[in-house]
């Protein structure tokens, strides 16, 4: 008869919406696999720590909806050594872990790979707001950080119309402007400032003053995270154009709240393609979601492996926004 497999699951790095979602479909998945599932608490920490507990069904009932990760999440800083890998594959070993499920970021992969590396087979699953993994067109919670921006958008728009103000909204997107771009577009903003791109403050304040000349009640300027300096930025627009404006940081209500259907639904389908290939006996990889469909790819791969802004979407905001 051949041995029960045993998975160990973990959430790491910055939480996103539907990583509950996606604990639940591993430990689902796999349950009906007839494996034994150990949640790991506090990330990589908590595997270090051996904050180990068993998993049954009910574990996981009632939180496909819920934001946040119910495993919790940490960042540690040990495991980036050599010494802390080996800590963390020895304690993996001495709970009989066949495989370790990663649910996180770019970071949290780096460290699966080490992990990997040790001698403990890995599968990640990526998730994270920013989308900004490069080996997959969607990572969970994009979908979820993306309409809680836009809802918050909508509202300062209404009152920014009433007052006929320039606003500028910073939204979640430290190196990569996928939110920004998408937030923008949906919102019907004015102008976008990304990472990707260079911009210069006097061709905006121009546009501001264009726009105002042309009957625009209002102006929106989405600014992404990155680029930092949201109210300085503000004060100059002001200055510049008298129009009264201000500055918006939405931070991180952004990560959190109940995941979007889109959400739930693509958690569901990582998680379940991630057990499928634990099934097959095949370890260190990435669960992405690519063209279309669910598949997976080697980990080392998956980190360097990049991704670049749709050009023609920016190209599309800027010409819808005139
Ligand atoms: P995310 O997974 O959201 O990108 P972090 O970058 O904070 O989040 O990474 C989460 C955890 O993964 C870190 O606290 C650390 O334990 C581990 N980690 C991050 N980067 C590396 C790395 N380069 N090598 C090994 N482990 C890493």
Redesign the pocket.
């Known amino acids: 008869m051949s041995k029960t497999k045993t998975i160990g699951i973990l959430t ?3 939480d996103a919406p539907g990583m509950n979602a996606a604990i639940r479909a591993v430990t689902r998945c796999a349950l009906s696999y007839d494996m034994k599932v150990l949640g790991i608490q506090r ?2 920490r908590g595997l270090l720590n051996g904050e180990i507990n068993k998993m049954s069904a009910r574990d996981v009932s009632d939180i496909i909806q819920r934001g946040g990760t119910v495993l919790q999440t ?4 040990e ?2 050594t050599p010494e802390g890998v080996k800590r963390a594959a020895d304690m993996a070993s001495l709970y009989g872990m066949d495989t370790l499920v990663v649910i ?8 699966a790979r ?1 992990l990997s590396n040790s001698g403990v087979p890995v599968i990640g699953i990526p998730a ?1 707001i920013d989308n900004d993994i490069g080996c997959s067109d969607y990572t969970l919670g994009y979908d979820t950080a993306m309409n809680t921006a836009m809802d918050a958008i909508d509202k300062i728009r209404d009152t920014a119309t009433s007052h006929e103000r320039c606003n500028l909204i910073e939204v979640m997107g430290r190196s990569a402007g996928y939110i920004a771009l998408n937030v923008a577009i949906a919102s019907g903003a004015e102008k976008l400032l990304i990472p990707e791109k260079d911009f210069e403050l006097d061709d905006i304040i121009r546009n501001i003053i264009d726009g105002r000349n042309r009957g625009k009640k209002h102006y929106i300027l989405i600014v992404a995270e990155g680029i930092g300096g949201s109210t300085e930025m503000a004060k100059v627009i002001e200055e510049k154009t008298g129009m009264e404006t201000r500055a918006t940081i939405l931070g991180h209500m952004q990560r959190g709240g109940s995941p979007s259907l889109r959400d739930r639904v693509m958690a569901s389908r990582m998680g379940y393609h991630a057990v499928e290939l634990i099934n097959e006996g095949i370890g260190n990889r990435v669960v992405v979601f690519k063209n279309g469909v669910t598949t997976d790819i080697d980990i080392n791969e998956a980190l360097n492996t990049t991704k670049t802004i749709d050009e023609k979407a920016l190209d599309m905001a800027a010409r819808l926004s005139i």
């Open positions: 790491s790095g910055g990330g990589y940490a960042r540690c800083k495991f980036t996180g970021g770019d970071g949290s992969f780096r460290g080490d994270t």
